[in-house]
């Protein structure tokens, strides 16, 4: 009885003392501040196919050599594009069916309509049988990822560079965004 | 961002845990608490009491895949690495639970007829999540990398739930070989989530004969959030104090309510050998209170925004091809809040065991009374299991109970579970005259390093036992 009793007070304190003096160690929790996600979306943006009748006025049906159209892209106003977005790389590939050029213009405007980036480049020639596919790839770094947030709208300008063939074909039109955040 | 991302870890990290698993207490006859791990307990004592508050104190947790000492080790700095490695580690099948109780009021009596009832007032608290997998590498890492591979919300998984339980329990033995008993449980909630049965899928496909880079599916899109309790607290302006009287008066039956059922045997193959088990908390709730429902559901796909050339309509307006769009994804992937009643089960629990005793103990003779052979040394393995959203969840146990006098009882066990294979536990159980002090607790080597370890669990409790001469 007495080796019981003299067993029951360390057992105990043996068991407290496990509980109570447990630890947490070799671990830094200021690392917490430092944890970000990190994701790279890729996001489809404008998509369109033309043809030589998008080139007609639409009153008179005279032929416009330019053509262009705005589309405003409201997510670029939202808070986690304005507080954590830190790159972009816009990819923009056309796919010629004309076989006449075509001189590009992809610009990014406030909403005052103010250019904040734009990008140019010519299209090259193609045939209806054998098209030609021009890529362009526009990457804005952290330095200018500026011009991005203080945009709203994505205006595409496009226009005709004649020659003697006849105007006949298709011109299609991809484009996508990899925006990069850190939350 | 951050502040909330630090507190979400450290609140996994540290308080969600394993849990309701009470390898320690299970079998543990001179314990009133071993009645409600098994209504058929054969308990040894004819009365108790417990100290209001005070007389079980639980708390478990649980991660079956990550621990602090993966995410914040501090001979490795660069933390973003070590978080990106573990979501990618951790599968879908891993999970968080966090299970604690407190048992306000506990009684007991031994009737005259031999039977032993014993009833009581509990709160408990068990919160339980699968890793959201594929919705955690599309936030952490985007779909840049998974391109052509579904994320699935599926993976979203998680129930929660506060509560009150009022129980009252009956123990009868049938004849020297069985003993058998039941326990009704009356549960009114303080607070219920349930998002379960998620499904969806969201895909980037790069198919080249789609007009665009990229073709983004939101395919079988339903995930629904079932909550009680939760509106009322968020969405009105309550006072602390307010908030505290809401919480009060649902603890006594303001809220929603259940009941449920525990059911349990003990069976004597022979004096020294017996199974036991039992069957928790079949039950319901009934959540029909402070009900709010959010729902996101649909289908959809898109190649992007498609402009006509030109950029103005038949009206001369410029077309708004931004409205258009999120006009048509609002119509495709709806949003909605709902207040419908739902039920939900209570995380049904089983336990089994086999227990074998040696040593026997020799009591003082008194022809009046018969005895029950009893022995100083058990040796035994318990099987547990509980009923999580996927799939059962199982914990293997072995242990040695050593009754060192009528005063100390010592128990020592070893667990396999999902969280570890080396789980050593210890409850030391002591007696001064009638007041009964218990301990126990699992996982003892974790506690050198909380930080290493993916499992703890303490039990501690204080009441009065009493036992006729």
Not at chain 2, 57 to 74: A, E
Not at chain 2, 155 to 166: K, Q
Not at chain 2, 307 to 315: C, G, I, S
Request: a negative charge.
């Amino acid at each position: 009885m007495s080796f019981v009793k003299l067993l029951q007070t360390p057992i105990l304190l043996l068991l407290f003392s496990v509980v109570m003096l447990s630890c947490v160690k070799d671990i830094d929790l200021d690392q917490t501040e430092e944890i970000a996600l990190t994701p790279d979306l890729q996001v489809s943006l404008l998509v369109f196919d033309v043809t030589s009748a998008d080139f007609e006025e639409k009153d008179t049906g005279e032929f416009a050599a330019v053509i262009r159209d705005t589309v405003r892209l409201e997510f670029l106003d939202d808070s986690y594009i304005q507080d954590d977005l830190s790159t972009v790389e816009f990819s923009f590939r056309y796919t010629n069916f004309f076989p006449q050029q075509f001189r590009n213009k992809i610009s990014f405007l406030s909403e005052n309509n103010r250019v904040q980036h734009s990008l140019q480049f010519d299209i090259a020639q193609g045939d209806k049988n054998n098209p030609v596919v021009t890529d362009w790839v526009e990457f804005i770094e952290n330095e200018r990822i500026d011009v991005i947030k203080n945009s709203i709208k994505m205006v595409v300008e496009i226009e005709v560079l004649p020659n003697q063939n006849i105007f006949e074909g298709e011109l299609k039109f991809e484009s996508k965004g990899l925006f990069s955040f850190e939350f | 961002m951050r502040p909330y991302l630090s507190f979400t870890i450290l609140f996994f990290g540290i308080f969600f845990c394993q849990a309701q698993n009470k390898q320690l207490l299970y079998n543990v006859n001179g314990l009133p608490q071993s009645l409600l791990n098994n209504p058929g307990a054969n308990v040894n004592f004819d009365g108790h009491i417990g100290v209001p508050l005070f007389s079980k104190f639980h708390i478990s947790t649980g991660s079956s895949g990550v621990n602090l000492f993966d995410i914040f080790d501090d001979s490795n700095q660069d933390v973003n690495q070590k978080v990106s490695a573990a979501i990618r580690r951790l599968t879908r099948n891993d999970y968080f639970t966090l299970h604690q109780q407190l048992e306000i009021l506990s009684f007991g009596w031994r009737l005259d007829n031999g039977q032993y009832l014993s009833a009581g007032v509990y709160q408990e608290m068990d919160m339980f999540a699968y890793f959201p997998k594929d919705p955690a590498l599309l936030v952490n890492e985007g779909n840049n990398a998974y391109l052509n591979v579904p994320f699935d919300f599926s993976d979203v998984s998680f129930t929660g739930e506060i509560m009150t339980v009022y129980h009252l329990g009956i123990n009868k033995k049938i004849n020297r070989k069985l003993t058998v008993g039941a326990r009704g449980k009356l549960y009114s909630g303080i607070f219920n989530v349930a998002s379960t049965n998620n499904s969806g899928k969201f895909i980037t496909r790069d198919d080249p004969d789609t007009p665009n880079f990229y073709r983004h599916f939101a395919e079988n899109i339903n995930i629904r959030v079932n909550t009680s309790g939760y509106a009322s607290l968020n969405n009105t302006g309550m006072t602390v104090q307010e908030s505290t009287a809401d919480l009060l008066k649902r603890s006594f039956f303001g809220g929603n309510i259940g009941a449920g059922i525990d059911l349990g045997a003990t069976y004597n193959l022979a004096d020294n050998f017996r199974i036991t088990g039992s069957i928790l908390d079949i039950g319901i709730m009934f959540q029909q209170h402070d009900v709010e429902n959010y729902l996101y559901y649909g289908d959809y796909e898109t190649d992007g925004i498609e402009p006509l050339f030109p950029d103005v309509a038949p009206n001369d307006n410029t077309i708004p091809y931004w409205d258009l769009f999120e006009d048509e994804v609002d119509r495709n992937l709806k949003d909605e809040t709902l207040n419908e009643d739902y039920t939900t089960w209570r995380p049904v629990k089983f336990n089994a065991a086999i227990e074998f005793g040696f040593e026997e103990m020799f009591e003082v003779c008194d022809y009046r009374k018969t005895y029950k052979r009893r022995n100083y040394n058990l040796i035994g393995m318990h099987l547990f299991g509980v009923k999580r959203p996927r799939s059962m969840n199982y914990a293997l146990t072995t242990y040695y109970d050593r009754k060192f006098s009528n005063n100390l009882r010592a128990k020592v066990s070893y667990t396999i579970d999902d969280f570890s294979y080396y789980n050593v536990g210890l409850l030391v159980s002591t007696k001064i005259k009638k007041f009964n002090f218990y301990i126990a607790a699992d996982n003892l080597a974790g506690y050198f390093n909380l930080a290493k370890s993916q499992s703890a669990s303490l039990q501690i409790g204080m009441q009065f036992i009493f036992k006729k001469q």
